[in-house]
């Protein structure tokens, strides 16, 4: 769920290696803030944002967090306070401001393992 940097130039006969190569801490820090984002509950649907497949991608810098995030309807009324809800669980594990941003996609209950 983090996005990926480009790959470094190598020295020549040297394998290319990729700045965004697994780093254990950073792995850390997602699923400790996915586990804090279990707490942020959908009043409509009961279920929380991580159960529902609404958290697409943490990116994570040393300078910022950013959670970008769907709805489960385009006009959810309850979107500002979850997506408030979002920022303050994952300002818990993190110790910097985080940016909730939403994207235009559009959630499908079959993401979230759910067939009505």
Do not use: H
Not at 44 to 59: C, D, F, P, T
Not at 61 to 67: F, G, V
């Amino acid at each position: 769920m983090t996005e990926t940097d480009s790959t470094s130039p190598a020295a020549p006969g040297a394998p290319a290696v990729s700045d965004a190569a697994f780093d254990a801490q950073r792995r850390a820090t997602e699923y400790a803030i996915l586990d804090a984002l279990r707490a942020v509950v959908d009043p409509e649907i009961g279920m929380n944002v991580v159960e529902l497949a609404l958290i697409k991608q943490i990116v994570l810098t040393p300078d910022s967090t950013e959670i970008k995030m769907i709805l489960t309807t385009p006009f959810c009324p309850y979107a500002g306070a979850m997506i408030q809800q979002v920022k303050e669980q994952a300002e818990s594990v993190v110790e910097q401001d985080v940016r909730v941003t939403l994207l235009a996609e559009r959630w499908d209950p079959r993401d979230a393992g759910l067939m009505w």
